[in-house]
């Protein structure tokens, strides 16, 4: 057999040989010193990218995420974000634990709200509430199947934080995907809000790193966070060589992980015994389940699995197929066969 087609995760993918040039030769410093180049480097070109002043190198979208919400908030204020966001539900209460602040959530469509949905969510100023400071959107959203949040509403909802005088963050950690997707320069998407956070080690291929990009005086503050939560990193630019490539070279050939996504999709529509969820697969992710009465998801990932393809089984009745820079379009061809062969194996 072949070797595996891992489709758990687009943070399975491995440096490629030229990847791994590029970090072997990459020049180091102390960055507590603000001495790495590389580092240096990605920060500039990642801040210009998203035309956001300035970027703090970081080793985790979580970590970036956690430290964009702590300095924009104090103890006691409350963020919004919809109710399947990364940050409230897979950052293991990361906004309470750190930084003391409540999360509203909003019921969401693939992940997706609209400014309708925030109106009326701004607590009064009154001695009796949390003070509403920052609205959190993620694109694409990860739990939303992979969508694409319209520019438009992200221009609209701008517009109100501004006169609500609310922060407004992202969590970009697959917004590189929405921008290929959308046909949008990074910067169209990332200049609506105060901060955005990437990541490198997802569609991008890096092994480890994501960033903060915001206005200068905040990322001051966010790399004092940094510190604060032991994330001085010396000679990092050992790791920020691989996101600096990869920011480099990767990020149109996103456009494959997208065609790439749709034979899996395909297969998943066709089959009398699966369905999408949500229905829409606009990036690399395909999240599905198997209808009731039709089986389970972990007898069709083992048998998956028994055939070298890894997918993930999140929840009894879920299943995540995701593609990525280390997945061809024979894998995904390949995969969608089994897909389609595994009931009829079993009428
Ligand atoms: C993966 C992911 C993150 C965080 O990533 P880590 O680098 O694993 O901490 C944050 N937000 C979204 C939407 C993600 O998909």
Known sequence: MSSLIDLRSDTVTLPSPEMRRFISEAPLGDDVFGEDPTINRLEE???ALLGHEAAIFMPSGTMSNQIAIKAHTQPGDELLCEENAHIYVWEAGGPAVHSGVTSRT?????????????????RPINDHYTRTRLVCLENTHNRGGGSVFP????????AWTREKGLAFHLDGARMWNAAVAGGHHPSEIAKEFDTVSVCFSKGLGAPVGSALVGPKELIGRARRIRKLFGGGLRQGGIVAA???????NNISRLREDHINAQIIANAVRNSPNLMLDPDCVETNLVWFRVKQGK??????????????????NPLPDLLRACTHLNVNRADCEKTAAMLEEHFQSQE
């Not at 909003?106 to 701004?122: P, S």
């Not at 520019?151 to 701008?158: A, D, G, P, V």
């Not at 990932?301 to 890894?310: I, M, S």
Request: charged share 20%.
């Open 151 to 158: 520019l438009s509403e992200i221009q609209r909802i701008r």
């Open 45 to 47: 070109e990642t801040a």
């Open 295 to 312: 089986g389970s998801a972990a007898t069709l990932a083992a048998k998956l699995r028994g055939q070298g393809v890894l997918v993930s």
């Open 106 to 122: 909003i019921a969401g469509r693939a992940g997706q709200f609209t400014l309708a949905d925030l109106e009326g969510k701004i």
């Open 242 to 248: 691989g996101a600096l490539y990869a920011l480099r």
